[in-house]
């Protein structure tokens, strides 16, 4: 089916974007990643990848045009595919542009009924920070109503559906509204904030922001309010015992600040029995270094209380329910077990661990030998489409690491050119990273085959849903010492279950056994890995 590509919006202010250059014409063929065109915005000139493969089948904006945002840019698809409806479509949105200059005549009494946005004033819309964002959360604002701006400030961290990205503000001027309070979510382009001269009108501008954003979101329907005051402390009653509750927003999410949030997840502590003393209750760093846990002790009664608690699915979580449940539904999982002898690997980490500045870990060796692995099947390392199977000859591997809203899948780039020590590296930091919600969209895209070791928590084997578009993903399990066999003889060793995950319309099960083969070539003998 043809995917269109509308115009898109590159950065917060910008209403319109002009095409520089293109790369590609039209009859070319595109791959996700290729550079399509330059587009041209109100503050740079900026690259604009494809995100889909097929034959670029239309450009709607030649070289040098001008277009507003959303304004179809191109169409891509399969080879000779009918694109006429999707042409048509953009007839109607074209009349009315035209006919709309027809308004202006209108008596004055209608001109006047729509509010003017004052001069000094500026929008900030919710900003489109991933090709796949539909809405965003906002985590935390850095500044209050009131607090100067300026340009390269940061203004809030948002949650998007793949990170948590700190936004910044690219005006200088005065806070003078938040329409987007900390823990609510609201679709792209609704109101998050207005910044402006300090003697601005509010009023009006918050009446022009609501008629300048179409879409009835959440923003919009509190643009007619006065900015929403943080929720007071209040206080929980047991056993005529009064404690103070931390302050939480309307959705029950309590409010912290991103520093709080990691300490207290490094302590253990739960954030919900920390009471706040930052800024209408939040809780920052000072709350959590001095915290002592003696709270929850007044909630408790002889005879025991049912607690529940209700947690807003973050945007992390709606789109792992979304892409997992697409994957399980639509590719055709099998699965093969294989048990390795670790023996080998084991004093293969302790002689590589002995020279000095260096450390690696099984999962290390696991990755490299995967790597190298799929180098030698391709069909493993490929992706499914309804008319062809792209192998790839390059190895990007997915690497799962378990954060609080779900999992991410950061991805370690040529994986099987890296030595183990790079691996380690990148894999790390990458971890680190994700906890901190601080990864980059561009760094969890384009794997093409995914691991999941669940083996440092103990777990011995497990299945997994395949991380899709790949065809396949591993998963490898907890080193476990028990009774061997070997020369026939009943022996003390050390084994590891891995089972992978297949997509049935792409890797037989004959090549998938194939591939674990080799894989257990490597790992049983990781020397060779070197060589």
Not at 207 to 223: M, N
Not at 316 to 339: C, D, N
């Amino acid at each position: 089916m043809a995917e269109v590509i509308n115009m898109p919006r590159l950065s917060d202010t910008m209403e319109e974007g002009t095409v520089a250059t293109w790369f590609k014409k039209v009859g070319d063929t595109v791959k996700e990643g290729d550079i399509l065109a330059e587009i041209e915005t109100d503050k740079a000139t900026m690259e604009f990848e494809a995100f889909y493969e097929g034959e670029l089948l239309h450009i709607g904006i030649g070289e040098g045009q001008t277009a507003p945002v959303d304004s179809l840019l191109a169409i891509i698809g399969k080879k000779g595919e009918d694109i006429s409806a999707h042409l048509a479509g953009t007839a109607a949105p074209t009349t009315e542009e035209v006919s709309a200059p027809a308004a202006v005549a209108a008596p004055a009494a209608s001109e006047t009924s729509t509010p003017v946005l004052p001069d000094n004033v500026k929008i900030i819309t919710m900003p489109r920070l991933s090709d796949t964002m539909e809405e965003g959360t906002v985590a935390s604002w850095l500044k209050k109503v009131g607090d100067t701006v300026s340009e390269g400030d940061i203004l809030a961290e948002i949650e998007t559906d793949k990170a948590t990205m700190e936004f910044e503000a690219f005006d200088n001027g005065t806070l003078l509204y938040i329409g987007i309070q900390e823990g609510e979510s609201a679709p792209v382009d609704s109101v998050l904030a207005i910044i402006g001269d300090k003697d601005a009108d509010v009023d009006q501008a918050v009446a022009a922001a609501s008629s300048k954003v179409s879409a009835p979101t959440k923003a919009v329907e509190q643009v007619e309010s006065a900015p929403v005051a943080p929720a007071p402390e209040v206080a929980a009653v047991t056993n005529s015992v009064a404690v103070a509750v931390p302050v939480q927003n309307t959705n029950g999410r309590v409010i912290a600040s991103p520093l709080a949030k990691r300490l207290a997840e490094e302590r253990g502590i739960q954030l919900a029995t920390v009471q706040g003393s930052g800024d209408g209750g939040r809780i920052i760093k000072r709350d959590i270094e001095n915290y002592q846990a003696t709270a929850s002790v007044a909630f408790a009664a002889p005879q025991g209380i049912e607690s529940v608690e209700e947690i807003a699915n973050s945007q992390m979580r709606k789109t792992i329910a979304k892409r997992l449940g697409a994957s399980k539904f639509t590719a055709p999982h099998y699965y093969l077990g294989v048990e390795f002898d670790m023996e080998n690997a084991m004093a293969f980490r302790s002689q590589y661990n002995a020279i000095p500045d260096t450390k690696i870990s099984f999962n290390d060796i696991v990755v490299k030998a995967t790597a190298l692995a799929l180098k030698q099947h391709p069909q493993v390392n490929s992706r499914w489409y309804d008319d062809k199977i792209v192998k790839h000859h390059h190895v990007h591997m997915g690497v799962a690491v378990a954060v609080e809203d779900g999992l991410v899948v950061p991805v370690v780039k040529f994986a099987d050119e890296l030595a183990l020590p790079q691996i380690g590296a990148q894999v790390r930091d990458f971890a680190g990273r994700a906890r901190d919600k601080k990864l980059t969209p561009a760094e969890m895209d384009g794997s093409t085959f995914t691991i999941s070791n669940l083996g440092m928590f103990g777990i011995e084997t497990f299945t997994s849903i395949i991380n899709q578009p790949n065809s396949a993903i591993l998963s490898v399990g907890a080193i476990v010492e028990k009774p061997v066999v070997k020369n026939g003889q009943i022996v003390v060793g050390h084994t590891m279950k891995l089972t992978l995950a297949c997509d049935h319309r792409s890797v037989d099960g004959a090549t998938g056994s194939l591939f674990l083969q080799t894989l257990k070539s490597y790992i049983e003998n990781p020397i060779t890995m070197l060589v």
